[in-house]
């Protein structure tokens, strides 16, 4: 079977699944079985594919069909102009966490040394992309799933990051010295987790979870604060800013501020204490 053959044919069988973009992701898939860039599959559409790289894409065409991510079927995702290792240990990164990054490296770019938690590091793209970004700053990832620092740690490799450590822990270890904490933490509500997209449920639910409310974990780790905590970076669901904003005010964050994200909806939240 020749390239533009098994694209044409893959994507009506993916669109018949209801799987969005179908086109592209063949392509994509195509392109990562065959080691070529997905570009280069144009000038090759008459090319005739070999029995064992056939044999190789069917079963990854049904994991998509069947709904399963194309990050998990590839094993990585794009963030910030890297490429990260991921899978089922941890959340699928999101483009729209660039945005909570870049506010970060807008905010403290000026200065050359600092001290950064990074909470729930997941996959550590915030951990490793700010800490790149900010190389004078001593950047640690936190995470209660030691999977999932497993994974955070073969991406530190693969950057080759070194102002970054790693720590297996539940939320905001005790911190006596001044520091930043950014977070992604779970912000689904209950009735939100009954009603994921099929793709959604591949991710970990201890990745997704926010408690009843959505503020389960957000709220708990306001709490941890103290004045050591000069500002907290957080990113959270779409109706959850001024319930945040409060909490950080009651917690002694005297100065807010909320961004939107590429959908031009609120999703993330800055409290500063000074």
Excluded at 51 to 73: G, W
Excluded at 129 to 139: C, D, E
Excluded at 239 to 248: G, M, T
Aim: charged share 25%.
């Amino acid at each position: 079977m020749k390239i533009l053959e098994l694209i044409d044919k893959t994507t009506a069988f993916l669109k018949q699944k209801d799987v969005e973009s179908p086109r592209l992701q063949i392509e994509l898939i195509l392109s990562h079985v065959l080691k070529l860039p997905r570009m280069t599959l144009y000038l090759q559409f008459e090319r005739e594919l070999t029995p064992a790289e056939l044999d190789t894409l069917r079963p990854l065409v049904k994991r998509r069909a069947d709904r399963e991510p194309l990050q998990h079927i590839l094993g990585e995702a794009p963030f910030h102009g890297e490429t990260f290792f991921c899978g089922k240990e941890a959340l699928i990164p999101r483009p729209e966490t660039e945005v909570l990054v870049e506010w970060v490296l807008e905010t403290f770019k000026s200065q050359t040394a600092g001290k950064l938690y990074d909470i729930g590091t997941g996959t550590g793209i915030i951990a490793l992309t700010l800490a790149k970004n900010l190389p004078g700053w001593n950047v640690t990832g936190v995470d209660i799933s030691g999977e999932a620092l497993v994974l955070a740690r073969k991406n530190q490799e693969k950057l080759a990051v070194t102002n970054v450590s790693w720590l297996e822990h539940d939320l905001l270890p005790a911190a006596n010295d001044e520091h930043i904490i950014v977070a992604n933490l779970p912000y689904l509500t209950d009735a939100e987790m009954s009603a994921l997209p099929n793709e959604v449920t591949f991710d970990p639910v201890l990745a997704l979870h926010g408690g009843k409310d959505g503020l389960g974990l957000i709220r708990n780790l306001i709490g941890m604060t103290n004045d050591h905590t000069t500002h907290i970076f957080l990113e959270a669901g779409d109706k959850h800013d001024a319930a945040i904003s409060d909490l950080l005010q009651a917690a002694g964050f005297v100065r807010t501020e909320v961004r939107r994200d590429l959908n031009n909806v609120p999703r993330f939240i800055m409290g500063a204490r000074h």
